[in-house]
């Protein structure tokens, strides 16, 4: 059984900072791309970093590069997302998913919505305080 779960979210006053981590097993991890994704309140789900697994080659939304940084640890599965200098707008329900490469990259490109992505994490809440 496929299981991606996040942890890390909470509560940050604007400028902080969070590492979010998404725990993944039941896959063979190098196989596949991790990606992030947020969902703001009343707004859709999009993408905003994917990594892939097999070479740790990284990609970013514009609304978070140079802020945000996506890693791996491959001997332990598990993905990070460190977030720096957030604001108030990065404020969302953030998830982790995983697909191929080409389907992670079409959803950062915004190609194709997120409702291609094969498997998900339930989510962590960040919530950022101005």
């Known amino acids: 059984e496929v299981q991606l779960v996040e942890s890390g979210g909470g509560l940050v006053q604007a400028g902080g900072s969070l590492r979010l981590s998404c725990a993944t097993s039941g896959f063979t991890f190098d196989d596949y791309a991790i990606g992030w994704f947020l969902q703001a309140p009343g707004k859709e789900r999009e993408g905003i970093s994917v990594?892939?697994?097999?070479?740790?080659?990284?990609y970013y939304a514009d609304s978070v590069k140079g802020r945000f940084t996506i890693s791996s640890d491959n001997a332990k599965n598990t993905v990070y997302l460190q977030m720096n200098s957030l604001k108030p707008e990065d404020t969302a329900v953030y998830y982790c998913a995983a697909d191929f490469i080409s389907v992670l990259w079409a959803t950062l490109q915004r190609k194709i919505t997120s409702d291609h992505v094969e498997y998900w994490g339930k989510g962590t809440l960040v919530t950022v305080s101005s």
């Open positions: 990594i892939r697994a097999s070479d740790g080659s990284t």
